[in-house]
């Protein structure tokens, strides 16, 4: 079954605004893994947080790990149109077996 | 470096036939994802592979589908008999193996079944 679910489902924001995605899991993990998808193309790694690791950076990314609430959460700052896409977390556990959640789509407005 | 190559982009096939889909890793990489995605949904997991090695194959339906990653050449996923429920988009990942490595993805095979 799937490990994580993304909320919300869908998100429509303004340009310039932030856009902020959750991601909620079932069991332990070595890191969680947050992807972007455009239309018709395969997912692109954005940014990696290990467990023992609470909040990381990366440009105008930002992503949270609460492992004991089993959740992520991914925010997008300054959003800008190409930003469009769908974004998934995706959780590994031992075997290095990486499980995605059902994404966010996420548009944005010019 | 040539990304994680994967063909071909679209397939169609008859119901009854066999569809084979071919993922080439990114050079270097040991370690092969298959997960399928239906639109507007997640991905989900079918199977994983070292060279010549399936190592988790929990996502895979028992019967007509398979998973092949030979020392030489590509991953294969064979698909046989193809029903109308099998028509998805098929994508492919590598990633070297060590912890806490990305997946790089390929752009996937689109399989239609008329």
């Known amino acids: ?110 | 470096n040539a990304g994680v190559m994967q063909n071909p982009r679209h397939l169609v096939r008859r119901r009854g036939q066999e569809a084979r889909l071919r993922c080439s890793p990114m050079k270097g990489h040991s370690h092969v994802y298959w997960y399928r995605q239906l639109p507007e949904e997640g991905l989900k997991f079918m199977v994983y592979l070292q060279k010549e090695n399936i190592i988790d194959e929990s996502g895979m339906p028992k019967e007509r589908f398979s998973a092949e990653f030979p020392k030489e050449g590509p991953s294969i996923l064979r698909i046989q008999q193809v029903v109308r429920g099998d028509s998805a988009a098929y994508f492919c990942a590598s990633s070297p193996g060590s912890p806490d490595s990305p997946l790089h993805f390929g752009n996937g095979t689109r399989l239609t079944v008329t």
Request: proline content about 1%; glycine content about 8%; overall charge positive.
């Open chain 1, 1 to 110: 079954s799937q490990q994580g679910e993304e909320d919300p489902q869908a998100l429509s924001i303004q340009e310039g605004e932030n856009a902020t995605m959750n991601c909620s899991y079932k069991t332990s993990i070595n890191n969680l893994q947050w992807y972007r998808q455009n239309s018709g193309r395969g997912l692109v790694h954005l940014i990696l947080i290990r467990s023992n690791e609470r909040e990381k950076h990366s440009g105008r990314l930002r992503v949270t790990l609460d492992t004991s609430k089993k959740s992520s959460s991914l925010l997008i700052t300054a959003s800008r149109a190409a930003d469009t896409a769908s974004y998934f977390c995706a959780t590994a556990s031992g075997t290095y077996k990486y499980i995605f959640g059902t994404g966010t789509r996420l548009k944005v407005l010019a």
